[in-house]
């Protein structure tokens, strides 16, 4: 252990001495790297450490910064020399997209860079394997979540928790005229939710209170501090930092911990409550694999994890910014509202959310609009298992990371025309000339990989739209949310393993006539 020790901080100190006597005699290239000339968008790269000072000075932009470096080039792609001389391919190419999902799918895998990064919060779950790990949770998973009983249980989970927790605080904000965090309150409900679909479990976490929940807060702190291991300038920061178990690393034991013995205690419940049962009665997802039969604790764990993570964070953005877009585009407002007063919500109807929900077709049209521009995952990364071509003539090594990034295909002028900085929902809809309704017209999962595409499209994606729509028909018939940003300001969009927006969503409730 002490020679571990000694070695690791010799190697610690040798890094920072070379770094540093580097930084020195090279100051000048430097500088003038970091502000390039505006003929050219590409970053400069430098021996041993590529474009890592570029990337460093932008990453507080970066998914802007990317957008417009890979939509400036002629193939829509970019190779970004990392240190050490690893590369990374960025591109918005459709045809790249493909290829990387669907057409050479065995040879762009998760990998183990990114399973290395995210493995003490996710484990081996979905999100995180590859080969015959994926597909065996895949097809488990797939087949729990296509059960119209599963369906009608997440239903009944967000309605309960609009009508009960949701509306109510709404309410209790116009009496106070109080300023909320739309994000935060989206956050919490989106968490209440999938805690209960995956886990059967409530954790209370939008109760007028906004208390909070332990699980909650270790939640979003692993969640936060995992995503920064992508962003060290090698791996070996963060492995350094667990190895002697202090700064974010400490932080990431301790919030995982937490995790795992909540889902522990829960399993151990859920088991108790099957065995005294003859039959399941309840369909969230845990209850669901243990009664088919898979019992291990860390096998189940890390699959309810991984859903949990898609399930909370994916909603609660998308909706966040669809809320602040409506707000600043009242003609688009009014058409979802006029969808809604038409479609007659029935406060004690027999019939199932989703069908409630399923013909609002304009509202499903703003949604996927403001996701084109405000994606939940911005961009998403895959490993090259072996030498490839893309489809573009981009030649990819073994090992590099290739990236598709669907927060610059959807500010592509070759995808989406010359209009595409607008907030147009028309542009996924055709009138029918006679009946005058609106059908939807879906883009193809490659040039909108808002949900990924391929083998590894989003199970939950039909169940996401569902609790947005779902939430959108519950609120805007009441209340009209109207952002609090000082004048000539738009909020930022960042992202870490999903998009937020920075700093919060402040806005003001305000009943409507």
């Keep these: 252990m002490l020679a571990d020790l000694e070695l690791s901080t010799s190697l610690l100190y040798g890094l920072i001495t070379f770094i540093t006597l580097y930084l020195i005699k090279n100051f000048t290239s430097i500088y003038k790297g970091l502000f390039p000339s505006k003929a050219s968008k590409l970053p400069r790269s430098f021996p041993i450490f590529g474009s890592y000072f570029s990337i460093l000075k932008n990453m507080h932009h970066f998914n802007n ?88 249980f997440v239903g009944t989970v967000v309605d309960t928790e609009l009508k009960e927790r949701l509306i109510p605080i709404l309410n209790n904000s116009v009496g106070n005229q109080d300023i909320l965090d739309f994000q935060d309150i989206l956050q919490r409900f989106a968490f209440d939710n999938i805690c209960c679909i995956a886990f059967g479990y409530d954790p209370e976490y939008l109760l007028p209170s906004l208390p909070e929940a332990k699980f909650a807060v270790a939640f979003e702190n692993a969640t936060f501090i995992s995503s920064k291991r992508f ?168 090992g590099d990371r290739v990236v598709y990034h669907p927060y610059a295909m959807g500010r592509s002028e070759k995808l989406w025309g010359k209009d595409w900085a607008e907030f147009r929902p028309e542009r996924w809809l055709e009138k029918d000339g006679v009946t005058g309704k609106w059908s939807f017209i879906a883009r193809d999962q490659y040039t909108y990989p808002v949900f990924q595409a391929g083998p590894r499209v989003c199970l939950g994606k039909e169940m996401a739209f569902l609790q947005m729509k779902r939430l959108v028909a519950g609120v805007l018939p009441e209340f009209r949310v109207v952002p609090v940003i000082e004048k000539g300001k738009e909020p930022v969009f960042v992202s870490y393993l999903t998009a937020k927006m920075q700093g919060g969503f402040p806005v003001r409730i305000q009943q409507r006539a």
């Excluded at 002697?244 to 995982?256: A, D, I, M, P, T």
């Excluded at 005294?276 to 088919?292: C, G, W």
């Design 65 to 152: 910064w990317s957008s417009d470096i890979v939509n400036s080039q002629p193939s829509n792609t970019v190779v970004f020399r990392r240190v050490l001389g690893q590369r990374q391919v960025f591109t918005s190419n459709p045809a790249n997209v493909q290829h990387m999902l669907k057409t050479k799918f065995n040879v762009y895998q998760k990998g183990s860079f990114g399973a290395k990064v995210l493995f003490d919060f996710l484990g081996h779950g979905i999100f995180n394997v590859d080969g015959e790990s994926w597909k065996f949770q895949r097809q488990l998973a797939s087949h729990e979540f296509n059960t119209k009983s599963l369906r009608k």
């Design 231 to 398: 962003r060290k300038i090698l791996p070996l920061v963060w492995k350094i930092q667990k190895f002697f178990n202090f700064g974010l690393e400490k932080e990431l034991k301790e919030s995982v911990q937490v995790i795992r013995d909540f889902a522990r205690e829960v399993m151990r419940e859920k088991k108790e409550e099957l065995q005294a049962k003859s039959e399941l009665q309840t369909v969230d997802l845990l209850s669901r694999f243990l009664s088919s039969g898979h019992s291990d604790e860390v096998f189940v764990t890390d699959i309810v994890i991984s859903f949990i993570l898609a399930g909370r964070d994916t909603t609660s953005a998308a909706l966040t910014w669809f809320f602040y877009l409506i707000a600043t585009h009242p003609n688009v407002e009014s058409q979802i509202l006029a969808e809604i007063n038409e479609r007659k919500f029935e406060e004690n109807s027999e019939m199932s959310v989703y069908d409630e929900v399923k013909d609002m077709i304009y509202t499903h049209a703003a949604l996927c609009e403001s996701m084109r521009l405000y994606p939940p995952v911005p961009t998403d990364g895959k490993q090259a298992t072996e030498d490839d071509v893309l489809p573009d003539g981009t030649v990819v090594y073994k």
